[in-house]
């Protein structure tokens, strides 16, 4: 256990659905992250979040929407994804928004997209 | 932008034995940390070391900042060990390797 929960673990849906992904610290942490880790490839940072406020977007489609409504909670809403959208979406968080902070990872949500 | 290189990409081992991975990176780096992704997916933080040598438990991990790489050495395997292995950099923001997928049989 990390300290970083995530919910569903494992997510199915078609192409025009819409589904949100969430994100959970019990840390006590002020930057949370979500990263998405395909087959094959490195992972990849997508939004990174300080005191709820967003400060990356990492050339993230729109149909990936984050939302941050307090320092301990972070969604990821879905919409109209593509079927090469399917990958494992990760949170993660850190004390600071410091890249020398460790950053501790949830366990994933794993997405398939018919 | 710079490049984070993980070596080798996949590795068996028999269960006792030893492994060295190594991750190699482009430009200077203030952070690096490992990480072990266990096969359910989570990602466990293993070590920050932006330069030196630390040790926990069974596993140890040496950066040597001024040549850009860095080495993590796991002793007496486990099955518990298998999983794939990331270093990651920091280069605003992290960027990670492709990984060390490590299986290790009984």
């Known amino acids: 256990e990390t300290g970083v929960t995530q919910t569903p673990r494992h997510l199915v849906m078609g192409m025009t659905n819409k589904k949100s992904l969430k994100c959970e610290q019990h840390l006590g942490h002020n930057a949370m992250y979500w990263y998405k880790q395909s087959a094959k490839k490195p992972l990849e940072l997508m939004f990174v979040y300080n005191f709820k406020e967003q400060t990356e977007n990492n050339s993230v489609p729109s149909r990936f929407s984050p939302e941050c409504p307090n320092s301990s909670h972070l969604f990821l809403h879905l919409h109209t994804l593509q079927p090469e959208d399917s990958a494992l979406y990760l949170c993660?968080?850190?004390?600071?928004?410091?890249?020398?902070?460790?950053?501790?990872f949830g366990p994933g949500t794993r997405l398939l997209v018919l | 932008g710079i490049q984070v290189e993980q070596s080798p990409p996949d590795l068996i081992l028999q269960e006792g034995a030893n492994s060295t991975l190594r991750c190699n990176f482009s430009?200077?780096?203030?952070?690096l940390q490992w990480f072990h992704q266990n096969p359910w997916g989570q990602l466990i933080n293993l070590f920050y070391i932006p330069s030196g040598t630390k040790q926990n438990g069974r596993l140890s991990a040496t950066t040597v900042a001024t040549e850009r790489y860095s080495l993590l050495y796991i002793s007496s395997s486990q099955t518990t060990d298998s999983g794939v292995y990331f270093c990651?950099?920091?280069?605003?923001?992290?960027?990670f390797g492709k990984g060390t997928r490590l299986s290790v049989i009984a």
């Open positions: 993660a968080s850190s004390r600071d928004l410091d890249y020398q902070e460790t950053q501790y």
């Open positions: 430009d200077s780096v203030n952070n």
């Open positions: 990651a950099v920091e280069y605003t923001p992290l960027v």
